[in-house]
């Protein structure tokens, strides 16, 4: 099993509609990363979080340490939200630390 | 935008080479790793090295072996290329969140296309 799951795996809506996107993850982690790959493959880091919530314009991050679970918002969706949303959550193992991937969320936003 | 870069950025070679990739930050960041991407699957950890000599093996090691013999470069070597290995290859880095430093962003590289023939 994953230790990094999220959901769902694909996504279509319809511009202007609200967006969650979900993570879980089943080890202790220090911090979690919301990620976004556009088509033609460059990623990019869009939040980090270790607790509470961040907001950057319309995307929104929130994390519950203690449900182990994370979500990515985006009020207003827009055609140009259309990506692969990625969490990846930083876990601490014996002293060194590692990023492991959720297997993404396709968005796709219609006009 | 972060200092990485990834070289080659395409690659097309023969089953049975050996093929070198390199990641190359100037971040001066502790953590640098090398994930691969394939449909369905997502971005799965090959190898990670938590400073310069000290590495570690991911989920999909076997295969692969890498070098950091310095801060700056992180090599990503297939020893003798097969088919299932093609596939698009990310480098990454990180700071530790002890280190006190601002910047704990995660940074990827642009990505190598490699294709075995």
């Known amino acids: 099993k994953n230790e990094v799951e999220q959901s769902p795996q694909n996504l279509t809506a319809q511009e202007g509609e609200f967006i969650t996107i979900n993570c879980s993850y089943s080890v202790g982690i220090s911090a979690l990363h919301w990620l976004q790959q556009h088509p033609g493959g460059g990623i990019v880091s869009l939040f980090m979080l270790s607790s509470g919530k961040k907001k950057h314009g319309r995307l929104i991050a929130t994390i519950n340490i203690q449900e182990k679970h994370s979500s990515l918002h985006i009020t207003a969706s827009h055609p140009r939200d259309s990506a692969v949303y990625i969490c990846a959550a930083r876990i601490t193992q014996g002293g060194s630390e590692k990023l492991v991937f959720g297997k993404g969320t396709k968005l796709t936003v219609n006009p | 935008d972060a200092g990485i870069t990834q070289s080659p950025r395409h690659k097309v070679t023969e089953t049975g080479t050996p093929v070198t990739l390199r990641c190359h930050q100037t971040e001066n960041h502790r953590y640098m790793y090398w994930y691969r991407q394939d449909p369905g699957h997502g971005l799965r950890l090959i190898h990670y090295s938590y400073g310069v000599k000290d590495t570690d093996k991911g989920e999909v090691s076997d295969g692969y072996s890498v070098s950091r013999s310095k801060t700056e470069d992180f090599l990503l070597t297939l020893e003798s290329a097969t088919s299932s290995q093609t596939s698009v290859y990310f480098c990454?880095?990180?700071?530790?969140?002890?280190?006190?430093?601002?910047?704990?962003?995660?940074?990827f590289g642009q990505g190598t296309r490699l294709t075995v023939v």
């Open positions: 990454a880095i990180s700071e530790s969140l002890d280190r006190g430093r601002v910047n704990t962003e995660a940074f």
